[in-house]
């Protein structure tokens, strides 16, 4: 491997990747570095006959690139593929990475395409009341060329709320064929008018845009060129974060093959199992320190002039966390500040009046968004994929049992029955009797009313990430629990299962534990941007303040960038990716002029 780089990027999710696409476009010879895997489905990519032949593979294995695949079994067996790829200190290839802290679990990804792997297809734009209170100057400029990046890069953005897909039609009013919705998709919509006119506001309903092929009699809208010959377009198998089969997801390792790494001249390098430990400016630049898993473990230097940050908001700030108190690296005392939950936030209803059918369609393919006393609240339906489907029902069903209950008894009948291990013993059911109708069910009946809320909101942004023992721990100074915007967000989600007829059923760690705990999949800041050193990081053009000039200071590491969501200074109450691309684009775009 050559050694000669202009410039090295951390990471392969949305800010690193734009990060290397950029870098190429002007010629330069980039190193990325990559802690997992390539993962992937037995998808085709290309015209016909290059498609004959799963081309991520071929070119991997060629080119010493270690790859996995996703869960296959659409249903319970399936669980022991998923469960197979949740990294750990015994399986650290895994892609799931589940940290857990005192009021926190957080999870993150680890593989080829970084957070697109498993985040679930959302490009939304915050409120621009919600950008000028974190003060992140991000305006219709810099959204639209990430647009543009993303349809450029990955493909055209689809609004998914059907059964079946609509080509040229409106969907976010049906009208009168509003049968043609996806049940889960309807259920939002129509409790949230229930909801907002006994509340006397309004809290409108919109499709997501999402980055997934829909068929479409535009043969061209599809990657591949012939989308419905090919069967790559979306399918409603509510999966994405598992592996889309059909290959409709416009995940970043396709993008990071299609567009830089089949092509031998584009000057871009990935090594995969490369670990990124810290950080040393040199004369010239900077060397990253990094663990080659590929050799055994071994660690090894690599410099360049240039060096972009995209491990992510836990990766980056470990990272710079650690080059500060072990290298020396001068950087802002406010490393690790900001961190923010985005308001991440779950809950379920069980028992719905009409069926919902949540293991059908995308991930997420709608939202609502309201505002309650100042706090902005957001909340998307969410499915639950098959594999899912026969643990979640047995675990929904133990927990609204013990809410059902109360005193000494009844929590330790939770404990019992959930208390880290529930009842499993009807996932795996002998021969059914065709003489009970519910004797065996599929794995769509099993959940077929209960609704899965994935909701967000405006925290204050008080959270810390620091080293312990040289591992990363992540806490408030107060109970997150306790911030307000969690109990605006419990306070809809239980209007809207009421509006749906059924029952509301708190997220495991949250409800029935002296300890509520979060569940944390948007985690942001660490690195926040910040007009000066004084306080943040990074300044608004992702350039890291040099922390040996005096507090206060505008001045930057030369050469040095975070293009990831450890720079955003605060919760977007939205999917953070097309925020995290403007962003990057604005960084890349003013270093590389």
Request: hydrophobic share 40%; glycine share 10%.
């Amino acid at each position: 491997m050559s050694t000669n780089y202009d410039a090295i990027v951390i990471g392969t999710g949305f800010g690193a990747t734009i990060a290397a696409t950029r870098l190429a476009l002007k010629g330069k010879k980039v190193l990325m570095l990559e802690r997992g895997t390539w993962w992937v489905t037995p998808e085709k990519l290309g015209k016909p006959p290059q498609s004959a032949k799963d081309p991520i593979p071929v070119w991997a294995k060629k080119n010493n690139q270690p790859v996995q695949y996703w869960a296959r079994p659409d249903h319970r067996a399936g669980l022991l593929d998923f469960f197979a790829a949740i990294r750990s200190s015994l399986n650290k290839d895994g892609l799931y990475q589940y940290s857990m802290f005192k009021q926190a679990h957080i999870l993150t990804a680890s593989g080829v395409g970084g957070g697109s792997l498993i985040y679930s297809n959302v490009t939304l734009r915050p409120e621009p009341e919600i950008l000028q209170g974190i003060g992140l100057n991000l305006g219709d400029p810099e959204y639209q060329a990430a647009y543009s990046w993303m349809q450029d890069y990955r493909g055209k953005l689809n609004k998914i709320v059907t059964k079946i897909p609509l080509p040229g039609r409106d969907v976010t009013n049906l009208g009168n064929d509003d049968y043609l919705y996806l049940d889960r998709s309807r259920a939002l919509k129509d409790a949230a008018a229930k909801v907002g006119q006994n509340l006397g506001i309004q809290i409108p309903w919109q499709p997501l845009d999402l980055s997934v092929i829909e068929y479409t009699e535009d043969a061209q809208h599809n990657s591949s060129g012939d989308g419905a010959k090919t069967h790559t377009h979306c399918e409603r198998q509510g999966r994405c974060i598992l592996g889309c089969l059909p290959a409709a997801r416009h995940t970043l390792n396709k993008t990071l093959y299609q567009r830089l790494l089949s092509d031998p001249n584009s000057g871009v390098t990935l090594m995969p199992l490369a670990k990124a430990l810290h950080i040393t400016r040199t004369p010239t630049g900077y060397k990253v320190r990094y663990e080659d898993r590929r050799d055994g473990g071994a660690q090894k230097d690599v410099e360049a002039p240039m060096l972009f940050l995209g491990g992510g908001t836990l990766g980056t700030t470990e990272i710079l966390l650690r080059s500060r108190d072990k290298n020396g690296l001068a950087l802002s005392d406010k490393l690790g500040s900001h961190f923010s939950t985005n308001g991440d936030f779950g809950g379920f209803v069980v028992d719905t009046a009409n069926a919902v059918y949540s293991t059908r369609g995308p991930i997420n393919t709608c939202h609502i968004h309201a505002k309650f006393d100042g706090l902005h609240v957001a909340i998307e339906d969410s499915a639950i994929p098959s594999m899912f489907a026969a643990i979640a029902s047995t675990a929904l069903q133990a927990l609204d049992n013990a809410t059902k209950r109360a005193g000494f008894l009844g929590q330790m009948k939770f404990a019992w029955q959930f208390g880290m291990l529930p009842d499993f013993s009807n996932l795996f059911p002998s021969i059914p009797d065709t003489k009970d109708p519910n004797s065996f069910k599929t794995e769509a009946e099993m959940v077929s009313n209960i609704f899965f809320f994935n909701s967000m909101g405006q925290d204050d942004a008080s959270g810390k990430i620091f080293l312990d023992h040289d591992q990363i721990q992540v806490d408030w100074d107060t109970p997150i629990a306790n911030n307000p915007v969690f109990q605006k967000i419990e306070t809809l989600q239980k209007a809207l299962a009421e509006a749906m007829g059924g029952r509301y059923v708190s997220f495991p760690l949250w409800s029935g534990f002296a300890n509520r705990k979060l569940t944390i999949t948007h985690p942001l800041g660490g690195c926040p941007i910040a007009p000066t050193s004084f306080d943040g990081v990074v300044d608004d053009f992702g350039r890291v303040f040099d922390g040996s000039k005096p507090k206060g200071s505008t001045d930057t590491l030369p050469g040095l960038y975070v293009v990831d969501g450890s720079a955003i200074p605060g919760a977007l109450v939205a999917n953070p990716t097309l925020t995290i691309a403007a962003q990057a684009i604005k960084t890349v775009s003013n270093a590389l002029p």
